[in-house]
């Protein structure tokens, strides 16, 4: 059974870091892509960045570029989203998805991250 | 990136059919890209459902009912999610999503109330 575990969300001021870290298990991780999508309180998804399978490839959404970076460790099956100059618009639950077979074919539970101060 | 358009909400009494839609900008041809659907009740996460290119290039997500499927209108350069045989339990949001150019695109989401 696939799995997906997110951790590291809090609540942080405007200006802050975060890392945000996913544990996956139950897929041979280091085969697939993954990504990071959000979703804001009572919005819709918007998905954040992705990474290839040996992590050397990465790519953003416009409004993180620059600050937020998506890596992965794949001999410790985790993936990981560095969230730096967060504002008070990045406060969301942040979702680790996977592409096994087709793009968000799996889905963590979330973690929230919250930027107030 | 493109936007796309879902109408907020839609509602329909159990047993009948919903016929969600999800329009891409003039500029993007729905026939060029694979149009995936997703399902999120309330405190829970996205379910992946089903993915439609053409009748001969779709799937549906493991465990997804065959009352769950895709399809595009041409004309309104429109991806669809039919339901038919509406439940009780298919009262939730369900989001489109393209992915062109190393990107995913989703739309706003629609909220479907079976009444």
């Known amino acids: 059974e696939v799995q997906l575990l997110e951790s590291g969300g809090d609540l942080v001021q405007p200006g802050g870091s975060l890392r945000l870290s996913c544990a996956a298990s139950g897929f041979t991780f280091k085969n697939h892509d993954m990504s990071w999508v959000r979703q804001a309180p009572g919005k819709g998804l918007e998905w954040v960045a992705g990474i290839s399978i040996g992590g050397g490839s990465t790519f953003y959404t416009d409004s993180v570029r620059g600050r937020f970076t998506i890596s992965r460790d794949n001999p410790r099956n985790t993936l990981y989203l560095q969230l730096n100059s967060l504002r008070p618009e990045d406060t969301a639950v942040y979702y680790c998805?996977?592409?096994?077979?087709?793009?968000?074919?799996?889905w963590g539970q979330g973690t929230l991250v919250t930027v107030s101060s | 990136q493109p936007v796309l358009t879902q109408p907020p909400s839609f509602s329909a009494s159990p047993g009948e059919s919903a016929r969600l839609t999800c329009t891409l900008p003039?500029?993007?041809?729905?026939?060029?890209?694979?149009m995936y659907w997703y399902q999120q009740k309330p405190g829970s996460p996205p379910r992946y459902l089903l993915h439609y290119y053409s009748d001969s290039d779709k799937g549906q997500g493991s465990g997804v009912p065959s009352r769950f499927s895709g399809s595009k209108d041409a004309s309104a350069n429109t991806g669809i999610l039919l339901i038919s045989g509406l439940q009780s339990e298919d009262e939730a949001d369900y989001y489109c999503?393209?992915?062109?150019?190393?990107?995913?695109?989703f739309g706003g989401g629609t909220k479907l109330a079976v009444l």
């Open positions: 003039s500029d993007i041809n729905v026939h060029a890209y694979n």
């Open positions: 998805v996977s592409t096994i077979i087709r793009p968000g074919d799996h």
């Open positions: 999503m393209i992915w062109p150019s190393n990107t995913w695109v």
